[in-house]
């Protein structure tokens, strides 16, 4: 046999029943002191599967069940629940005045037009004792996704109600207070965790009620006062300012994150640029400090040059006097009268020198005459020598040719011992006779040349 479609659908999108039975106990503050009155009976408009009901007659009251839909009913049959299938409103009208301790309707005011939803307002304070709640519960259009989607995904549904208009009509109609009740939020929203966006579309709690109370003396309504002081479920303001709140923060974070960024790019900016700055006096000091080596080198190579051109001039000054004084003496008559002494000495060092060496007999024969010429040849370069020495040779005509024939037996012995070819002083007169006839035969041959035709 085929399960009745309702039933069906109620227990594939409503939820297991101890799901819901687990649900319902949050209603269990508004309960406990309504359940302490003797006689606390209770109607449950639309019961459903009967899971309320259970609820109810664990907690001690004589409750009731209506419902139009027979494949519920068989549910709640099922577990012994009192049910019975009527239509709710007229179930409620025929409830004598101030009867009932409890009158609930579970999804039910969504499922008839808002006319309807207010009779039964009307009606359940007049069955109610004074104390009395009335429990609506109803989706959630707070909740944008139930609002807009999952609200009508059953076909039976009217339209959403607002939280705001639900209890605004249980305050209408007369009811001494009201409470609304949010239901079924994801725990974690509810203990203050993160919202994204997908929690401020859909986080609202999908379920509300409205627990309204009828009048009665303080003492009978002071039991309920903390459950109706308590706030319940999250709704779509708390959520869209917790995201806002959240996003404010975030964006504070980021900007805190962004300064800190900033203040540290600076820092190293500035550290960068005073490390810069650093490397470049560094260098500037250094390529200061290597121009004033240089220029201390350059000034000093410059005195250095200065006092080496100072000694050169010095040096040239000294080497020109010198050569002046050289000059001097060759050109002076100490100089020519002394020359035959200078011979004479070198040829006593050269005697000297042979004696050690022990080649004094063959060479003094050999040098007696280069001696002699080289003695002759400088006393005929001084005139005043040569007329003295003339003079004396005058006295001894033996001695003079015997030294006459030594010192012209030989033109070129001069050099033969290494002696430059000197001109001699003074004039034609002043040679030997060989010489003079040998310079009067030369002059004789170049005057011929010189007219010759």
């Known amino acids: 046999m085929t399960q009745p479609f309702y039933r069906a659908f109620e227990d594939r999108y409503r939820g297991e029943r101890a799901t819901i039975k687990e649900r319902l106990r949050a209603y269990l503050p508004f309960l406990r002191p309504l359940a302490a009155w003797p006689h606390a009976a209770a109607l449950d408009l639309g019961c459903g599967r009967g899971e309320w009901l259970e609820l109810l007659g664990e907690e001690g009251f004589a409750a009731r069940g209506i419902d139009l839909d027979e494949g519920m009913l068989a549910a709640c049959r099922e577990r012994g629940l009192d049910v019975e299938n009527t239509d709710a409103l007229a179930a409620l009208r ?31 304070l007049r069955a109610l004792q004074p104390g009395g709640l009335l429990i609506m519960e109803t989706p959630n259009p707070e909740n944008l996704v139930v609002g807009a989607s999952d609200f009508y995904t059953d076909p039976s ?23 609304i009740v949010r239901l079924q939020e994801d725990p974690q929203l509810r203990a203050g965790g993160r919202v994204v966006l997908a929690a401020v579309l859909q ?14 003396l303080p003492n009978q309504l002071a039991p309920f006062d ?7 479920g999250i709704d779509l303001n708390t959520l869209a300012r917790r995201y806002e709140g959240q996003r404010d923060d975030e964006h504070a974070e980021i900007h805190r994150i962004l300064g800190r960024l900033d203040a540290r790019i600076s820092a190293d900016r500035a550290s960068v640029a005073a490390e810069q700055a650093a490397q ?18 350059v000034a000093d190579l410059a005195a250095r040059m200065a006092r080496t051109e100072a000694r050169l001039e010095q040096a040239e000054q000294r080497a020109e006097r010198h050569a002046q004084h050289v000059v001097e003496l060759l050109d002076s008559t100490s100089w020519r009268v002394t020359a035959p ?12 020198s042979a004696q050690r060496e022990g080649r004094l007999a063959s060479g003094a024969r050999r040098h007696a005459g280069g001696a002699l010429r080289r003695v002759a040849l400088a006393v005929m370069r001084q005139p005043r020598a040569k007329r003295l020495a003339l003079a004396v040779l005058a006295r001894f005509p033996a001695l003079r040719r015997r030294i006459h024939g030594v010192v012209y037996s030989a033109p070129g012995a001069g050099l033969q011992h290494g002696l430059p070819p000197e001109p ?21 041959a170049r005057d011929a040349r010189r007219h010759k035709p």
């Open 226 to 232: 903390a459950a109706f002081a308590t706030e319940y």
């Open 203 to 216: 986080g609202a709690s999908p379920d509300y009620s409205v627990v309204a109370q009828k009048a009665a």
């Open 424 to 444: 001699l002083g003074g004039t034609p007169d002043d040679l030997p006779p060989r010489a003079a006839r040998a310079y009067a035969a030369l002059k004789a």
């Open 157 to 179: 549904h009217e339209r959403p109600i607002p939280p705001n208009l639900l209890s605004f009509a249980a305050d209408h109609a007369g009811f001494a207070r009201q409470k």
């Open 94 to 124: 025929a409830q004598p005045d101030g009867s009932l301790a409890l009158v609930s309707a579970f999804h039910l005011v969504e499922h008839i037009p808002f006319d309807l939803v207010r009779e039964l307002i009307a009606e359940a």
């Open 341 to 352: 002494l200078r011979a004479a000495s070198d040829v006593a060092r050269r005697v000297r």
């Open 280 to 297: 470049q006096a560094a260098l500037h000091a250094t390529v200061d400090a290597a121009e004033q080596r240089l220029q201390g080198s």
